[in-house]
């Protein structure tokens, strides 16, 4: 939608278009990796066919962060590798968007079903690299807070939802266990 | 309606425009006047006053210019940073019209020997007003080119008399919660009212300006109206926007993002390609040209204004950025 509009008609989006589309799909695979850590936890509410939508999810906060890395190469930094090299070396929040990127891509890279096959039990283990994924995202996002951190507090409270709810169940069955 | 301009000639001095525009007045007869092809539109402004309408408008002499594309006026009202209206690049232009700045105040006081309280009517009433044309670079590493109208800070500073303690100027944006939703942001990391300051002697350079118009036209309110600083050579947050307050001080003031981040900003922020802002490089920005064209371009020692480094001849600028 967004990049259709970029195409067609960039002024709609505001006087810097690059800037309004690099942020967007950034924001959106953030919302994906969101909630397609949030289906655990909905599945143990109740709704348990939504684990069928994990991938899915989890694909397209692929492809929006995939999208939101080549906009900055080619729209922000105009492919200046000069200005690339400098800032994915001294620029923290460049470097941990491109960790969490390069994690991700592993991730999707072993998402289809003949992976999960043959990786076996430790398919289980590659994929709690999300945890670290979402940490790495939002001080990502928290570095670039300038006068108001609203928007990483925002994310900040999901995240620690979706997360909390595996702690709590966590700690919850530790102490089941000790009473036994 | 079409402006005329009488144009100086492009990066002269200040003294020598005051010459050529006395010239060009003596010589009104036979006034060859150059259209610069300042034609900008005249959007009707709601609440600003007609006398200050017919002022800005009225304004015939550029003493500032440069032969870089002018950035587009609808680009230049709708791209700002201004916390106090939210911290989106369009709040400011959304909310605007929450804010009425008429009629307008001045208070002027510390180290100076006639302090006072001035209304802009009767600031503007003894003087003329001039445009100048001049680079805006933000220190996000985004710039543009802009006309303004207004009268030299120095000129207006001096009125006030300044004493022999006064080092330093410090500035003041209005607080008015009820009108600017962005002080009303609970997570927000500025303690308002923004302030801003900069040294006598920078204050004093003849580039320093404090602009009541753009484009021909009042200020709109999300660049800053009724009055606001423009001092080219530094970074954008330096040219603080509706300007209440000025104190002439002994020491250096308080400067709103040096105190929210003091690693990131400094009191002088000279823009200097040479020295990175600690998340991204100054050595390059995104020029916001005319067409809304974005193009990513060098940027320059001082914004380009070599005329102001006299000003930081014994210092260092990698310690006091």
Known sequence: MLIGLYIFDPRSLGVDPIEVVLKEAGEWALRFLLLSLACSPIRRLGWKSIVKYRRMLGLYAFYYASLHLSIYLTGWIELDWQVFIEDIVKRPFIYLGMISWTL??????????????????????????VYVIIVLVWIHLWLQSRASAGDAVFYGALAVLVLGERVYRKVRSYRAQRTL | MARIIIDTENHVTPQSAFLSRRQIIQGAGALALTSAGASYSMAAQGKVPGWLDKKVGSTVYRSYSTDE???????????NNYYEFGTGKDDPYKFAHEFNPYPWEIEVGGECDKPGVISLEDLLSSQMLEERIYRLRCVEAWSMVLPWTGIEL?????????NSRAKYVAFETIIRKDEMRGQKDAFSFIDWPYVEGLRLDEAMHPLAFLAVGMYGEALPVQNGAPIRLVVPWKYGFKSIKA???????????????????????????????????????????????????????????????????????????????
């Open chain 1, 104 to 129: 991700l891509s592993i991730l999707a890279i072993t998402s289809p079903k003949r992976m999960v096959r043959l990786l076996k039990k430790n398919w289980r283990k590659v994929h709690r690299l």
């Open chain 2, 243 to 321: 300007l209440v307050r000025i104190r002439f001080v002994e020491e250096q003031p308080p400067t709103t993002w040096n105190l929210s981040n003091a690693k990131e900003y400094g009191f002088y922020s000279n823009v200097n390609p040479g020295r990175s802002h600690p998340r991204w490089s100054q050595a390059t920005e995104r020029r916001i040209g005319a067409n809304g064209k974005i193009k990513r371009i060098p940027t320059n020692l001082f914004n380009g204004y070599d005329e102001v480094a006299g000003l930081y001849d014994k210092m260092d600028l990698g310690t006091f950025f």
């Open chain 2, 69 to 79: 594309a002018l950035t587009d006026p609808q680009d230049a009202k709708q791209y």
């Open chain 2, 154 to 162: 120095g000129k207006v500073l001096q009125k006030f008399q300044p």
